[in-house]
């Protein structure tokens, strides 16, 4: 199985329908269902998702939403350490420092999913695009 951590920009582009981006994120999330992947994000990305698509979507049904799609995620906590880390980090943006360092606290993730490949360059942890990922789980069928 595929331990996948998953990039606040994924999230988004699932629950928004962002278009053409909403197709790879629906089939990242669909692997989990044929037990292909264990889906991953931080508890920053799930806050900064409410905190985005709340313009967007109404309180109430973007609550359920997001409570439905921690059904298929496990959510690792951004704590102090990670905190500091990032704040400490020489990476430019804060924000991804604390996403790569979230995704180094859990055991055994293979890849961190973003739209933002060039952000991440400092990541320890292999980073592919929603693309990429998803020719990596059609080619493993």
């Given amino acids: 199985m595929i331990k996948i951590f998953l990039d ?3 999230l ?3 629950i928004a329908d962002r278009k053409p981006f909403s197709k790879q994120a629906i089939e990242i999330f669909k692997s989990t269902e044929k037990n292909k992947t264990q889906l991953f994000t931080s508890s920053q990305s799930i806050i900064t ?3 985005l698509l709340k313009k967007y ?6 609550r359920k939403i997001i409570f439905n799609l921690l059904k298929f995620l496990s959510v690792i906590p951004v704590d102090i350490e990670v905190l500091k880390k990032g704040l400490q980090s020489n990476h430019k943006d804060f924000e991804d420092a604390v996403q790569i360092l979230c995704a180094s606290t859990a055991t055994g993730i293979d890849y961190i999913v973003t739209r933002n490949k060039k952000d991440f360059k400092t990541s320890e ?4 695009s929603p693309d990429e990922i998803c020719l990596k789980l059609n080619s493993s069928r």
């Fill in 49 to 51: 998702v409410h905190y």
């Fill in 57 to 62: 979507v109404e309180e109430k049904e973007l």
């Fill in 12 to 14: 988004v582009d699932l």
């Fill in 8 to 10: 606040t920009n994924i």
């Fill in 125 to 128: 942890i292999s980073v592919l």
